[in-house]
């Protein structure tokens, strides 16, 4: 009798430890999830305010290129300080980063007027990340 009970006694226990490691995993998701809500919440950006994003920048004062969040542009170089930091594109010919200095517009006026690089190319693409300095807010 005692033979019996005794390995029945270790697989109930075993079972009850078993429930209760899931139920710390529960806890632990839980509190990840609502610790990932507030950070989210925290990183949005407040109503009225422009929306920063993560954009590739080339100033034409001082001829540096990176990426860093920016809201309008042209916005304020992170280098000199001059409001001369447009979006940036990397000539697809060279790889040389340039300065989209013209504003994207659809007006049929300034079609064919074309931003061409040094090399003499106006194929321009995104930039490459890893060709760009990132600067971290
Ligand atoms: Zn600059
Ligand atoms: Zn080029």
Redesign the pocket.
Known sequence: MSDMAGPAFRAAREGANVKSATGIVAVVVIIGCAAWLLYYQKSQPAPGEPVKNMTPLKCTSCGKAYAKMAGALPTKCHYCGETTAHRARQ?A??G?IVAYTKQISFSPEEEGEKIT???G?DKLREVDPKAIEIINP
Do not use: F, I, V
Request: overall charge neutral; some cysteine; glycine content about 0%.
């Open positions: 000539c010919k060279c040389a690089c040094e090399c190319s």
